[in-house]
């Protein structure tokens, strides 16, 4: 079993900062890629940020400039840097990771719990 484990969500005044973090854990072989998404109420879940393996990252482009991904691949975490934070940023952001369990298996996605992020004007 894999497990994400999300925190540094909270509430915080337009224009601040928030740093998130997840870290993975059990049974992990490989991680193709590890990311951030959000659904704020009434929206479907979208994606903010991706850090593939490879090396490379995407974000959305709502969220360029001012958000910032990294991982620590020692420790299977991922961090997302948050600043200029605006009241649309607010959500639940949940943590993504692509994984592999074993050297058999194929890629899964697995999901964090969710942590909410509140930013007020």
């Known amino acids: 079993q894999v497990q994400l484990v999300e925190s540094g969500g909270g509430l915080v005044q337009a224009g601040g900062s928030l740093r998130l973090s997840c870290a993975a854990s059990?049974?992990?072989?490989?991680?193709?890629?590890m990311g951030w998404y959000r659904q704020a109420p009434g929206k479907q879940r979208e994606l903010v940020a991706v850090s593939r393996s490879i090396g490379s990252t995407d974000y959305a482009d709502s969220v360029k400039g001012r958000f910032t991904i990294s991982r620590d691949n020692a420790k299977n975490t991922v961090y997302l840097q948050m600043s200029s934070l605006k009241p649309e940023d607010t959500a639940v952001y949940y943590c993504?990771?692509?994984?592999?369990?074993?050297?058999?298996?194929?890629?899964?996605?697995?999901w964090g719990q969710g942590t909410q992020v509140t930013v007020s004007s």
């Open positions: 059990g049974s992990i072989f490989s991680i193709n890629a």
């Open positions: 993504n990771a692509v994984l592999r369990s074993d050297r058999y298996s194929g890629y899964t996605n697995y």
